[in-house]
């Protein structure tokens, strides 16, 4: 069974830094692309960065920018996010989604973990 | 840059009902657009995607078309597990230089 389980979101203060994590299991990892997508509770969603396969091409969105970086560990079938500098407008649940081959549609996502800045 | 826009932002129908939604790009993304649904408290899963296919596992009653800027999702036969907020994602654009997805329209029972 294809598996993607986010955590460590959390409550931090603005300004204050969080590691996310996504755990991936039932698929060959290492071959995927990924993604982190943000949504704040009831609104839309918001693509904040990607990683190849490989780790070797990055890309942000401008809101996350020089804050934020995503990294992935292949021999642990794991992907990161760390934040930085957190505002409040990062308040949201952050899901990590893999694209599908062939395609940069997001053909799987995880549950999602929830943070929020906040003092 | 691709700004994609969804109509209505709440639409209620009744179960049974036909219904259509919209996405707009304002510019064109050929046929790379998908659709997710999100129930609440769940992730989103894929639907549709390059425009018109149906992702694995999905029922014939949603169905996708469009090109260019203009796309609809159509969900015929309503059924109470459809209510859901649904979200449109041009993917012609990469890396997108403005936010690939639409608004949602979230679509609640009459």
């Known amino acids: 069974e294809v598996k993607l389980v986010e955590s460590g979101g959390g409550l931090v203060q603005p300004g204050g830094s969080l590691r996310l994590s996504c755990a991936a299991s039932g698929f060959a990892f290492k071959t995927f692309e990924m993604n982190w997508i943000r949504q704040v509770p009831g609104k839309g969603l918001e693509w904040i960065s990607y990683i190849s396969a490989t780790g070797e091409t990055i890309h942000y969105a401008d809101s996350v920018r020089g804050r934020f970086t995503i990294a992935r560990d292949n021999a642990k079938n794991s992907l990161s996010l760390e934040m930085n500098s957190l505002r409040a407008d990062d308040t949201a649940f952050y899901y990590c989604a893999r694209f599908d081959y062939g395609g940069r549609r997001l053909g799987f996502w995880g549950h999602g973990t929830l943070v929020i800045v906040s003092s | 840059e691709k700004v994609m826009t969804q109509s209505p932002d709440t639409l209620s129908v009744s179960p049974g009902e036909r219904v259509t939604l919209s996405c707009r790009a304002s510019q064109s993304v050929g046929t790379n657009l998908a659709w997710y649904q999100q129930k609440p408290g769940q992730a989103p899963r894929l639907l549709i995607y390059a425009a018109s296919v149906r992702a694995t596992g999905i029922p014939d009653r949603f169905s996708g078309s469009g090109s260019g800027t203009e796309f609809t999702l159509t969900i015929s036969g309503l059924q109470s597990e459809d209510f859901a907020l649904y979200h449109c994602?041009?993917?012609?654009?990469?890396?997108?230089?403005?936010?690939?997805f639409g608004q949602g329209t979230k679509l609640e029972i009459k």
């Open positions: 994602h041009q993917y012609n654009s990469w890396p997108p230089r403005e936010n690939p």
